[in-house]
């Protein structure tokens, strides 16, 4: 299973595959999948805290 970042709210879920609609903002948005991928972070299935910082910090960016 997959995690995947809301890009309108940042909400955080694990699922197989994105939803077309998010849970918590009802929104139709598009999903980054923020699943770590290695070591440093757990490997393999383990929700990726950095890219999940990084891309909250890129889309506040991008409002101001």
Known sequence: MNWWM???CD???QAEL???KCPSC???CIFSDVTCYI???GGV???D???VAEKAKADK???N
């Open 6 to 8: 809301c890009s309108e």
């Open 11 to 13: 909400y955080v879920l």
């Open 18 to 20: 994105p939803p077309e």
């Open 26 to 28: 009802h929104a139709e």
């Open 39 to 41: 070591p440093e972070c």
């Open 45 to 47: 299935g383990r929700l």
């Open 49 to 51: 805290m950095k890219m």
């Open 61 to 63: 960016n991008k409002i």
